[in-house]
C-alpha cells in the first residue's frame, strides 16, 4: 500500500513516516520549498512538491496512492481542498488529525475552522479516522514543553498566571505517531474519531514539579492573577508588539484540559505513556543535543 502524507515533515509527522516505512508502506511525502526535510532522510521516502491549498496540484500528487495520513493542520481551511484531492486520486482509506482544542469553551478563531473541518471529513465519503491528541510534546521541535524545560533549566523562579490546578494531559509524540499506524491498519478505526491523551491528567503545577524533578532542580512557583496578565497580553496584541506568550496561551492554561481515551485503548489498544515518562525521554534528548 503507498500511503500519501501531508505534514511529514513537521515535529509529528517525521516520527510518523519513519513507523510507515518499517511497516512496508510506501510512502509519498508532500512538501513546500520551504520545508525543512532534514528529519527525514530516508532514501525510500518519495517526495513531492505542493502545497494543501492547491486542489489541482494536491490531485495530481496524489494519484497512485492508496491511502492518505494527513497531519498537516486542519485549522487553516484547506479541509475541502485536501479531501476533494484524494476523492479525485481515488483515494478510499484517509486518517486525520485533529486536535482536542476544538472543545475550548474559549471563542478561539480556529475552533470554527477545525470543527468545519472534521464535519466535511465526516460527510465527506472517505473512509476516515480522526484522532485528536492534547497538547504534543516530545523533542526541542516541540512548541510547548520544551520552551518550559529550557526556562526551567535557567531560572529559578517559574511564573504561573492563575492558580495552576487546572488539568493538563499532553501526549508523547511517539504514543501519537503509533496511533496513527494502529488506526491506518485497523478496519474498526473507520468512520470513528477518537481523544487521544498521555496516561493521567495532572495540574500544571504538578507538571512543573515533574520537569523539575526529572531536572533534579529546584525552583519557586510565583503565581499572578490571570485577568490583568490576560489584559496586558490583548493590549500586546492589539498594538501588534510582538511578545512570546498569547492571551489564548493564558486562557488555555486556566481551562481543563483532561480527556478519556477508553474508546481508543478498546478499538486499537492505544495505552500512552506517563508524563513523566514522556518528559523524562525529552528531557535526555535535550541534553544530548546540547552537550
Not at 484540559?257 to 500512552?272: C, G, L
Request: glycine share 6%; proline share 4%.
Amino acid at each position: 500500500m503507498k500511503v500519501f502524507v501531508t505534514g511529514g515533515t513537521g515535529f509529528t509527522g517525521s516520527r510518523v513516516i519513519p513507523l510507515l516505512l518499517q511497516k512496508g508502506y510506501e510512502v509519498r511525502c508532500l512538501y513546500r520549498e520551504k520545508s525543512d526535510r532534514s528529519h527525514l532522510t530516508l532514501p525510500e521516502i518519495e517526495w513531492t512538491l505542493g502545497d494543501v491549498s492547491s486542489l489541482y496540484a494536491l490531485s495530481s500528487s496524489m494519484q497512485g496512492t492508496d491511502a492518505l495520513v494527513n497531519i498537516a493542520s486542519l485549522g487553516f481551511g484547506h479541509a475541502d481542498s485536501i479531501i476533494s484531492a484524494a476523492k479525485n486520486a481515488g483515494i478510499k482509506r484517509a486518517v486525520f488529525i485533529s486536535t482536542t482544542a476544538i472543545f475550548t469553551q474559549l471563542n478561539a478563531g480556529s475552533k470554527i475552522v477545525r470543527v468545519a473541518a472534521e464535519t466535511a471529513i465526516q460527510n465527506s465519503g472517505l473512509q476516515y479516522t480522526i484522532l485528536r491528541p492534547t497538547m504534543i510534546y516530545g523533542s526541542d521541535r516541540d512548541r510547548n514543553m520544551c520552551r518550559l524545560i529550557r526556562f526551567i533549566r535557567y531560572s529559578p523562579l517559574v511564573p504561573v498566571f492563575g492558580d495552576g490546578n487546572y488539568l493538563q494531559q499532553p501526549t508523547y509524540v511517539d504514543d501519537v505517531a503509533q496511533a496513527i499506524l494502529d488506526c491506518l491498519a485497523s478496519e474498526k478505526t473507520i468512520g470513528k474519531s477518537y481523544n487521544i491523551a498521555g496516561a493521567h491528567p495532572l495540574t500544571y503545577n504538578q507538571i512543573i514539579d515533574t520537569i523539575t524533578n526529572a531536572m533534579s532542580k529546584r525552583t519557586m512557583k510565583i503565581h499572578f492573577p490571570s485577568a490583568p496578565i490576560v489584559g496586558m497580553l490583548k493590549f500586546l496584541e492589539r498594538i501588534q508588539l510582538p511578545f512570546p506568550i498569547k492571551a489564548e496561551q493564558v486562557l488555555r492554561l486556566n481551562e481543563n484540559k483532561d480527556f478519556s481515551y477508553t474508546q481508543a485503548e478498546k478499538d486499537f489498544n492505544f495505552h500512552p505513556r506517563s508524563f513523566a515518562e514522556g518528559i523524562a525521554l525529552e528531557i535526555k534528548q535535550m541534553r544530548m543535543i546540547s552537550a
